[in-house]
């Protein structure tokens, strides 16, 4: 069983920066694929970002390259978003996923993650 809380979202101006992280209460958190997803009300969560149990490869929505940073540190059992130049349309409750068995191929899918956090509310002020 792996439970995840995130933090640190808030409120930010357009063109500024977070750095949300996910906690893992894990003893093998090294061994788990981990996910950033985000969800606007009334809207499909959709994928952000994701890293792999080393941190070695890194996949990102379209969306987020260029500005977001996905990171881990294992010793701590924690993953980390940063995020910069934020956007309005960056506006979400970002979750963080991890899934019993990874799949390259479905890693976008949220069907393909068995744990969730509770989620933490990001709001980018124009």
């Known amino acids: 069983q792996v439970q995840l809380a995130e933090s640190g979202g808030g409120l930010v101006q357009v063109g500024g920066s977070l750095r949300l992280s996910c906690a893992a209460s894990?003893?093998?958190?090294?061994?788990?694929?981990m996910a950033w997803f985000r969800q606007v009300p009334g809207k499909e969560r959709e994928f952000v970002a994701a890293?792999?149990?080393?941190?070695?490869?890194?996949y990102y929505a379209d969306s987020a390259k260029g500005r977001f940073t996905i990171t881990r540190d294992n010793a701590k059992n924690t993953v980390y978003l940063q995020m910069n130049s934020l956007k309005p349309e960056d506006t979400a409750v970002y979750y963080c996923?991890?899934?019993?068995?990874?799949?390259?191929?479905?890693?976008?899918?949220?069907?393909?993650?068995?744990?969730w956090g509770q989620g933490t509310q990001v709001t980018v002020s124009s």
């Open positions: 996923a991890a899934p019993r068995v990874f799949t390259l191929a479905t890693m976008t899918r949220l069907e393909s993650y068995d744990y």
């Open positions: 890293i792999t149990w080393s941190g070695q490869s890194t």
């Open positions: 894990a003893r093998a958190f090294g061994y788990y694929f």
